[in-house]
Nanobody, 123 residues
Framework: QVQLVESGGGLVQAGGSLRLSCAAS????????MGWFRQAPGKEREFVAA????????FYADSVKGRFTISRTNAKNTVYLQLNSLKPEDTAVYYC????????????????WGQGTQVTVSS
């Protein structure tokens, strides 16, 4: 049973930063690509970022490119999302996800999801 547990969300002012973490268990973490998604109130869940199993390749949505950074520490079975220069429109529940492949393929779907962590950015 794969489990993904997010942490690090909270309330921050515009321009501030947060670091989200996702601890994974249940399968060989270093074999799979990981990603982050978000869902704002009244909107569909959207892709934010992904990282290959080695961490060498990263991918970002245009809306967060240059502000967010995805990384991973395979020895700790953890993936991170550093959120900088936050904007009110970044307010959403952020979900960690695991892919069934070693690298990210654009448009592909994860096979496991975390429960989400709330990020709220005040103006």
């Amino acid at each position: 049973q794969v489990q993904l547990v997010e942490s690090g969300g909270g309330l921050v002012q515009a321009g501030g930063s947060l670091r989200l973490s996702c601890a994974a268990s249940g399968r060989t973490f270093s074999s799979y690509a990981m990603g982050w998604f978000r869902q704002a109130p009244g909107k569909e869940r959207e892709f934010v970022a992904a990282i290959s199993r080695s961490g060498v390749s990263t991918f970002y949505a245009d809306s967060v490119k240059g502000r967010f950074t995805i990384s991973r520490t395979n020895a700790k079975n953890t993936v991170y999302l550093q959120l900088n220069s936050l904007k009110p429109e970044d307010t959403a529940v952020y979900y960690c996800a695991s892919y069934p492949t070693s690298t990210y393929v654009s448009g592909s779907s994860p096979d496991y999801w975390g429960q989400g962590t709330q990020v709220t950015v005040s103006s």
